[in-house]
């Protein structure tokens, strides 16, 4: 009896921020259920429902920052193809230069020996 007396006045809901069940707790006008562990004339030892809206706050700066990224990295990486296709260009030209160079040096000095 004792037992089941204790366990209908132990309320301990599960913390939607943590996930732990904590007999201190408060429950906002949106149904979530969050630690609250107070005494009386001293700061929160925990308070979960305000560490949920600054988290959710963070969530939703890194939600506009994630949509961001793409379009970052898409752009980045088009200026970088069109790079490497011109170094490419270059490159291969220079070493065009270089071979054609090359062959008449020795057609030349085959010439002259
Ligand atoms: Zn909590």
Redesign the pocket.
Known sequence: MNKRKKRKIIIAPK?D????N?ESFIITATQHT??MEQTPGYPAT?D?HT?WLNHKDTNVQEEKEKGLQPQKEKQSQEKEKVITSEERAAIVAKLNNYKTEMKQRRFREKRLS
Do not use: E, L, R
């Not at 921020?17 to 732990?20: A, D, T, V």
């Open positions: 913390c921020y943590c996930g732990q904590n969050f630690c925990k979960c560490d």
